[in-house]
């Protein structure tokens, strides 16, 4: 594999020749999101200790790491790479890297994670862009940063070395790893004080450069990676711009039943029109700064994908991308699926009982009230050989030249 930079404001391999990159988000692989799991958006820490109460740590633990054995393995990745993508964006929490005391509820295998990822995606030909999904202490207030409600990171001096020292240890020992784009610093971040995410950015830049690294690191904006203002004062070069793209909320995310697409929403009408607006001033922002834009999440609940109101959502964006030169990563690879929030490409259509698709309120939770052999017993089904294929979802992301 190359080694990719930036070069005028483009990404390229060593060869100086431009690079397009098109893939999808491991999500719920090394950070637990409950409604990908049809079950309630708590944070990762909530669902664990909900299960250690049930079943005790140790055995919690054994879990989750069988847990990510099945849910992503070494064919998961060669069928990414079939179906025409070039780059897995991975989402992880923290707390997988950090020494595990002994009633920890983490299994803290980070760093084994992450030789095994660049391994196997090295083989497939996969490039891998990695996303602090759950920063320490949190760099917002949701259920997908593992937080309990407060975003810790901005107002904790400790948070915010632990931070920088981590991304360090991470370009210390992905430096010289082709396979590795680059990294997403901070996955949405919500704060006030702008100056105080430009400075945690450039002391993440500067830890990562000191270790000899010259990957490329991808900057996320505020208001869930949707304002960029300010950013543009972040000092040092192979930087790049990440957004992410959910709109109209309440169409993508079945907030509101019986939206359609192209329709009227929220008083207006949303067509590849307005999408094209909204998308616009990404692009001049990568224009006038000579940033490449990658947009690292946009994604639909596709409620019925061959009645094509999803469908060309995604087929939309897509072509807004390319015609954009923007490059993406769709969210997210596979989802047990629910009727509110993004699928995935993979669904699960099965119903054992210890799914429950009554929305955002059960699900997992049910767990906690299951044996250590009904825990057993789930895991090989969420091997992705018992999901299907949103076939028309994966025909809209082809639908440009394949990388």
């Known amino acids: 594999m190359n080694f990719l930079s930036i070069e005028n404001g483009r990404i390229v391999d060593n060869r100086g020749n431009p690079v397009r990159l098109r893939g999808i988000n491991l999500g719920d692989w090394l950070l637990i999101e409950g409604y990908m799991l049809c079950g309630p958006n708590e944070p990762e820490q909530a669902i664990r200790g909900d299960l250690a109460r049930s079943i005790g740590a140790r055995q919690t633990r054994d879990f989750f790491r069988q847990y990510q054995d099945v849910f992503i393995q070494s064919s998961d990745l ?8 070039n780059v897995v964006r991975v989402p992880f929490n923290y707390r997988l890297f950090l020494p595990s005391p002994e009633k920890n509820l983490y299994e803290r295998n980070g760093w084994k994670r992450l030789d095994w ?21 949190a760099q917002n207030y949701d259920w997908h940063s593992d937080s309990a409600g407060k975003a810790h990171l901005w107002d904790s001096d400790k948070n915010q070395r632990t931070l920088v020292s981590l991304w360090g240890q991470i370009a210390r020992r992905c430096a010289g790893e082709p396979a590795v784009l680059g990294y997403d610093l901070l996955n949405e971040p919500i704060l006030g004080d702008k100056s105080l995410l430009i400075d945690i950015y450039q002391r993440c830049l ?18 869930w990676s949707d304002d960029f203002s300010g950013l543009d004062d972040i000092d040092g070069d192979q930087l790049a711009y990440s957004p992410h793209f959910y709109k109209p909320y309440p169409f993508v995310f079945n907030t509101e039943l019986d939206l359609s697409y192209p329709g009227i929403i929220e008083g207006n009408r949303w067509d590849k029109a307005a999408l094209r607006r909204e998308l616009a001033r990404f692009y001049r922002l990568g224009r006038s700064t000579k940033r490449p834009v990658l947009i690292g999440e946009f994604g639909v609940n596709t409620r019925c994908s061959r009645c094509h109101a999803e469908t060309r959502w995604v087929k939309d964006c897509v072509e807004l991308f390319e015609n954009f030169d923007f490059h993406w990563t769709y969210w997210s690879y596979k989802v047990l699926s629910g009727h509110m929030y993004p699928s995935g490409l993979l669904r699960y259509p099965q119903n054992p009982r210890w799914i429950f698709r009554e929305g955002a309120k059960t699900g997992w939770k049910t767990w906690r009230h299951l044996s250590e052999s009904d825990l057993r017993g789930i895991l090989p089904r969420l091997d992705s050989k018992f999901f299907t294929v949103d076939q028309p979802v994966l025909e809209a992301l082809q639908s440009p030249a394949r990388p």
């Open 78 to 85: 060669r069928r990414i790479r079939r179906r025409g993508f």
């Open 117 to 137: 990822l660049i391994r196997e995606c090295s083989r497939n030909g996969l490039y891998i862009l990695l996303d602090m999904h759950a920063s320490p202490g």
């Open 206 to 223: 500067q830890a990562i450069r000191d270790a000899g690294d010259n990957h490329i690191v991808f900057l996320e904006g505020t208001a």
